[in-house]
């Protein structure tokens, strides 16, 4: 059965700084593999997947996340935070055509000014 | 605009009621899915229908019941089996087969209290 790890439950950076979340998942292919934030009260919002091809995948708000097989790993990282970004963020793992997902416990990132 | 819309926003039940969460699509996707978020234990899948009249169990179905009687639209009915309806329902939507158009994308929640 597949699975996904955010080892972080909690993170603080400041605002500039570079962040990296972690996401860790168990699969016996190659996975499909999303990135969703949340905002407070609200629903999911897509910043990234990786399907197949380029390891390293370029989403929306400046967020990119890598592949890396060897590692079972797909973290995902920006290079200057800002306060906006403050969120909740959740890993995923699709079997097949992806539509069944496997969700992390997710990350809650807090930005300090 | 294109989107997923789930109604209530907000919604409170008694003890021993059901209640029906409404999740419309007009993304014309095939597949719709329900999700429960509690914190801390991230989004677990309740129910899931990839074609009309058609529709899976998910992880937590129990208690839970749906119907897809329509394309776009996919109803949750939370019932008095329930023993721990209060959270945060999320309803999602994706095109089938569609190699990399095949993401999931979700709605704005309702938020269901038992009082």
């Known amino acids: 059965a597949q699975s996904v790890t955010q080892p972080d439950i909690h993170i603080t950076v400041s605002e500039g700084a570079s962040l990296e979340l972690r996401c860790n998942y168990s699969?016996?292919?190659?996975?499909?593999l999303f990135w969703y934030v949340q905002s407070p009260g609200q629903g999911l919002q897509l910043l990234l997947k990786?399907?197949?091809?380029?390891?390293l995948v370029q989403g929306i708000k400046g967020f990119e996340a890598e592949f890396k097989r060897s590692q079972s790993s797909f973290n995902l990282r920006k290079p200057s935070v800002h306060w906006s970004d403050a969120a909740e963020y959740f890993c995923?793992?699709?079997?097949?055509?992806?539509?069944?997902?496997?969700f992390g416990t997710g990350t809650r990132l807090q930005v300090t000014l | 605009d294109g989107g997923i819309t789930q109604s209530p926003k907000y919604l409170f039940r008694k003890e021993g009621q059901n209640v029906t969460l409404s999740c419309e699509q007009n993304?014309?996707?095939?597949?719709m899915y329900w999700y429960r978020q509690d914190p801390g234990q991230g989004l677990r899948l309740i129910y899931y229908s990839q074609i009309v009249n058609d529709f899976q169990k998910g992880d937590i179905a129990e208690g839970y019941s749906v119907s897809r009687e329509k394309k776009e639209s996919f109803p949750l009915t939370v019932t008095s089996a329930q023993q721990n309806p209060t959270a945060f329902y999320l309803c999602?939507?994706?095109?089938?087969?569609?190699?990399?158009?095949?993401?999931?994308?979700f709605g704005e929640g309702s938020w269901l209290t038992v009082v």
């Open positions: 999602a939507s994706s095109i089938l087969f569609g190699g990399q158009r095949d993401t999931i994308y």
């Open positions: 699969y016996g292919a190659t996975p499909y």
């Open positions: 990786y399907f197949s091809g380029d390891t």
């Open positions: 995923a793992v699709g079997a097949g055509t992806a539509s069944k997902l496997t």
């Open positions: 993304l014309n996707h095939d597949a």
